[in-house]
């Protein structure tokens, strides 16, 4: 493997979880805005939805035997949480059953906000691997003059 290529790999597994990251911010975004909605597309209460991520070999079988496989990450994925929401009695609601109760969606908003947290700083060490990779391919260049 010539250090181009493990330069671009590296650029490529840090991409690879911005990129996976983001997708994860933006179901939570998803969430934090239906934690309200009680009657979706299916006539049914917004589901909860999580990311599932995968890891994919960044260009099988080009690597040391040592170090094995190198392995980037892909949101491959939504599930959709199937738990029952909350009930709630609003006789008012244009969504109240027969005896004035709704069900709201199953998405809890302080455990969206920390998810959305872990997701950030996820995302943040990402940017920085990302420097990181960046100024030692500097380095090296200035190396090689």
């Known amino acids: 493997m010539s250090d181009q290529a493990g330069i671009f790999s590296a650029l490529d597994v840090a991409a690879s979880g911005l990129t996976a990251e983001r997708g994860r911010m933006n179901l939570i975004a998803s969430n934090l805005a239906n934690a309200r909605t009680t009657r ?9 939805a999580d990311p599932v991520f995968v890891a994919r070999p960044v260009e099988p ?3 040391d035997p040592v170090l094995r496989h190198v392995e980037r990450v892909e949101l491959a994925r939504v599930r959709y949480d199937d738990a029952p929401g909350q009930r709630v ?3 008012e609601h244009p969504d109240a059953d027969g005896e004035g109760y709704i069900e ?3 998405v809890n908003v302080v455990t969206e906000m920390v998810n959305l947290m872990t997701a950030s700083r ?6 920085t691997s990302i420097e990181s ?3 030692m391919a500097s380095a090296a260049l200035r190396i090689g003059q």
């Open 122 to 127: 996820a995302y943040e060490a990402g940017v």
């Open 89 to 91: 009695y609003d006789p």
């Open 61 to 63: 079988g080009t690597f």
């Open 104 to 106: 709201l969606p199953n």
């Open 40 to 48: 979706g597309a299916d006539g049914r209460p917004y589901r909860r």
């Open 133 to 135: 990779i960046k100024a």
